[in-house]
């Protein structure tokens, strides 16, 4: 089986999209990430944990015990943080290898690009380099274990 017979049509979002609708997105859709693009052609995946990364308080990444002493009630609103920020700026500081693959890779591939770039979603496109759809980590492995 190849990327093409995996690829499915994936949502995608800008530089410029409001980082809480690119998280409303994710959930509503239950992705784990989301494609970026620009003109059609991918530049980056956005993996919904890097979304988390910006929106949960730095001192509880650094400290987990001190997310325990917020209370619920504010501890529920953590994403309302992103406000006014964009994707652009949920993106990590060191650009990482950008998890694309033509139409003719086979499974093998996508998971060792999966692998190799730590991404849940893999971006298919066509000879020219435009988007024609995605694999995520879940169906590349329903596909592997046949399930």
Same mark, same amino acid.
């Given at each position: *089986? ?6 499915? #049509?994936?949502?995608?979002?800008? *530089? !410029?999209?409001?980082?809480? #609708? ?5 959930? #509503?859709?239950? %992705? ?10 991918? /530049?980056?995946? /956005?993996?919904? +944990?890097?979304?988390? @990364? ?13 997310? @325990?002493?917020? !209370?619920?009630? =504010?501890?529920? %609103?953590?994403? @309302? ?6 994707? $652009? ?6 650009? $990482? ?10 499974? /093998?591939?996508?998971?060792?690009? *999966?692998? $190799?770039? @730590?991404?849940?979603? +893999? ?6 380099? $435009?988007?024609?759809?995605?694999? +995520?980590?879940?169906? /590349?492995?329903? =596909?592997?274990? #046949?399930?």
């Amino acid at each position: *089986m190849r990327a093409r017979d995996l690829a499915v #049509e994936f949502p995608t979002v800008t *530089m !410029d999209t409001p980082a809480l #609708e690119a998280a409303k997105l994710m959930a #509503e859709q239950d %992705l784990p990430g989301l494609i970026i693009v620009d003109d059609g052609r991918p /530049l980056t995946i /956005l993996p919904g +944990t890097q979304v988390l @990364r910006l929106a949960v308080p730095p001192y509880c990444q650094d400290d987990p015990a001190l997310a @325990r002493v917020v !209370d619920e009630a =504010h501890a529920d %609103l953590f994403l @309302r943080k992103l406000g006014g920020k964009t994707v $652009r700026e949920c993106l990590p500081q060191q650009p $990482r290898e950008l998890p694309v693959a033509d139409l003719k890779a086979t499974v /093998l591939e996508l998971a060792a690009l *999966m692998a $190799r770039t @730590r991404s849940p979603v +893999t971006a298919v496109v066509d000879g020219e380099g $435009r988007l024609v759809g995605a694999v +995520t980590l879940q169906s /590349l492995l329903d =596909h592997a274990l #046949e399930l």
